[in-house]
């Protein structure tokens, strides 16, 4: 875990609640709306990667326990 994502788990626990999830991954999942956009484009340009939100939603996903049911 690098410290660009324990800041994110940290700043999203702060703002969004204790679930341990990065910010990107909760922007990444939230309903399509102007500030969602405007973030995603931001988080873009401040990583230099397309995709920014989705790739550490994916990556969060894949990091988490399979669950049995």
Do not use: Y
Request: proline share 7%.
């Amino acid at each position: 875990m690098t410290h660009w994502w324990r800041a994110s788990v940290i700043l999203s626990r702060a703002l969004c609640g204790p679930r341990g999830k990065p910010l990107c991954a909760r922007i990444h999942e939230a309903r399509p709306s102007a500030w969602r956009t405007a973030a995603m484009l931001i988080l873009d340009m401040i990583f230099g990667e397309p995709s920014h939100c989705e790739k550490i939603h994916r990556r969060w996903k894949a990091l988490q326990p399979a669950r049995t049911t």
